[in-house]
């Protein structure tokens, strides 16, 4: 099984930066993709970014590219969403997972979620 464990969440104002990371454990996690995925209030939960931990190949959902970038430290186990430009609508629960069949457009499979991290941007 795989753990995921977030962290990096708080309250910015807008315009501000911040920079989630997720821990990896457990057997095979480096077998699949890591991605990133948020859940606003009310909303469905939607895929923001992932990267492969072999090649460190990303992809991007198109709202958030060139403010988020997704990055991994294979002597870490740990992969990061670095957060630019932040607005208010951009505040949700921050999820990590492993998956498979990642791509612009999401995540075919996932395999295993992180509790979540909980981001505020203020006005």
């Known amino acids: 099984q795989v753990q995921l464990v977030e962290s990096g969440g708080g309250l910015v104002q807008a315009g501000g930066s911040l920079r989630l990371s997720c821990a990896a454990s457990?057997?095979?996690?480096?077998?699949?993709?890591m991605a990133w995925f948020r859940q606003a209030s009310g909303k469905e939960r939607e895929f923001l970014a992932a990267?492969?931990?072999?090649?460190?190949?990303?992809a991007y959902a198109d709202p958030v590219k060139g403010r988020f970038s997704i990055s991994r430290d294979n002597a870490k186990n740990t992969v990061y969403l670095q957060m630019t430009s932040l607005k208010p609508e951009d505040t949700a629960v921050y999820y990590c997972?492993?998956?498979?069949?990642?791509?612009?457009?999401?995540?075919?499979?996932?395999?295993?979620w992180g509790q979540g991290t909980r981001v505020t941007v203020s006005s």
């Open positions: 990267i492969t931990w072999s090649r460190g190949s990303t």
């Open positions: 997972a492993a998956a498979l069949g990642c791509s612009g457009n999401g995540c075919l499979d996932v395999k295993a």
């Open positions: 457990g057997r095979s996690f480096s077998s699949y993709a």
